[in-house]
């Protein structure tokens, strides 16, 4: 079974600080991608950075970076010079050869003024 | 192209009505998935289909809900008789047959079963 959990139900980071949120997830499949999406008030489900399990180096989207552990299965996002847009709720999610996205439960981000 | 559309926005029924939660994918996009939202369980998969056929129903709850694609273009998913407990956001998303593109959402519709 494929899983993804996500340990900390709420952050909360001072603007301009830098934050990390964790990740973890099971997957018995060699070849798989992995995913932060932000979710705003808004509703909208927004993609911040994707993670393909053969590369090594950790992807990075402007403030936006991962470090991708594949030994340990982990996936944190670090968020630098964190504004107030980046108040959300982040999901991780994994994508394998069972062609289906699996999410796990969200971190409520807060970012304090 | 204009995203994943779902209909409606938002529902409100009384328990025991059908609903009928609507999607349009990304034309193109081959695979298409359901999702329920809730604050407990985060983002739950309850099906989804490839080439306009359900492959993975197992995060259906329970014989009430059932979701249909008739064509490329277009799904629903039924629940039918609701419950309070359905209250929920529904996401539908669509993704290419590219492994390893992301999923696009739509705006997800807020059901409200009273």
């Known amino acids: 079974a494929q899983t993804v959990t996500q340990s900390q139900p709420e952050m909360s980071v001072q603007e301009a600080e830098t934050v990390t949120l964790s990740c973890t997830y099971d997957?018995?499949?060699?070849?798989?991608?992995l995913f932060w999406y932000k979710q705003p008030p808004s509703r909208q489900m927004i993609l911040v950075i994707r993670?393909?399990?053969?590369?090594?180096q950790n992807a990075t989207e402007n403030r936006f970076s991962v470090n991708f552990q594949k030994a340990a299965k982990s996936f944190s996002l670090k968020i630098s010079d964190s504004q107030l847009g980046d108040a959300a709720m982040y999901f991780c999610a994994l994508f394998s050869g069972t062609y289906k996205y699996i999410f796990g439960t969200g971190t409520r981000l807060k970012v304090l003024a | 192209d204009a995203g994943v559309i779902q209909s409606p926005r938002h529902e409100v029924t009384e328990m025991g009505q059908e609903v009928t939660l609507r999607c349009k994918p990304i034309?193109?996009?081959?695979?298409l998935f359901w999702y329920r939202q809730t604050m407990m369980r985060g983002l739950e998969l309850l099906i989804y289909f490839n080439n306009n056929v359900p492959i993975d129903d197992s995060g259906m709850p329970e014989d009430r809900f059932s979701a249909k694609m008739p064509n490329a273009s277009f799904s629903t998913l039924k629940i039918q008789p609701s419950e309070p407990r359905d209250s929920a956001v529904y996401f539908c998303?669509?993704?290419?047959?590219?492994?390893?593109?992301?999923?696009?959402f739509g705006q997800g519709t807020r059901l409200t079963v009273v």
């Open positions: 998303a669509s993704s290419p047959a590219n492994l390893g593109t992301e999923a696009f």
């Open positions: 993670q393909e399990a053969y590369k090594q």
């Open positions: 997957t018995s499949e060699s070849d798989y991608y």
């Open positions: 034309s193109g996009h081959n695979s």
